[in-house]
């Protein structure tokens, strides 16, 4: 099933990101709303054939993201040990398309050495001025931007105002609210 896409710099679309929830999920929308669109990233990912005219004028590169959960589909979790691939029940399909016209795909892929698409992590979110609530997570996705640099942070405020460039899967109980400060244990350091 798709769980997610993420949609930069694609024909017209500057940033897209959309979630889905299990079950049916129609898209709807006027002409030019963009349904095409989604679609033909959604191939790409696939294996379409890439054009270096998709990628949105005045950018070096689109990049498109799905991921899929395969824990139901047994033939794809079979493909991806076989490969060596399998990172757990989700599958992250990425595709970078260049203006100059090069194209990479990635299947589970991930970029920095000591951080690895399917590792575990612990997520602790700030309960109260001394206490943390710690939920386990999932890396799912992480960006391959050179931007992306580990941050020393002394206060809960600066946290605030950051934005870091790696996904994580968390089973939430309705404690965890968007925007709310908090931390992430990578092996055994914050």
């Not at 950018?59 to 991921?67: H, L, S, Y």
Request: some cysteine; glycine content about 8%; aromatic content about 6%.
């Amino acid at each position: 099933m798709l769980t997610h896409i993420s949609i930069s710099n694609f024909t017209i679309v500057s940033s897209l990101e959309m979630e889905f929830s299990p079950g049916m999920t129609v898209i709807t929308g006027e002409t030019g709303a963009g349904k095409s669109i989604m679609l033909d990233a959604l191939g790409l990912c696939l294996g379409d054939r890439a054009d270096p005219k998709s990628v949105r004028q005045g950018c070096e590169r689109a990049e498109i993201i799905a991921g899929f959960d395969t824990e139901a589909i047994p033939q794809a979790t079979a493909w991806l040990e076989d490969r060596d691939l399998h990172t757990g029940d989700e599958c992250l399909l990425r595709r970078v398309i260049t203006a100059e016209g090069r194209s990479r795909a990635y299947i589970n892929g991930s970029q920095l050495d000591d951080i690895k698409i399917g590792q575990q992590v612990t997520v602790l979110i700030d309960k109260n001025e001394s206490d943390f609530l710690s939920f386990p997570g999932t890396i799912s996705w992480i960006s391959e931007k050179a931007e992306f640099t580990p941050k020393i942070v002394q206060t809960k405020e600066e946290r605030v105002n950051l934005v870091y460039a790696i996904k994580i899967l968390v089973k939430n109980d309705g404690t965890i609210k968007i925007g709310m400060p908090g931390e992430v244990v990578f092996n055994g350091t914050i």
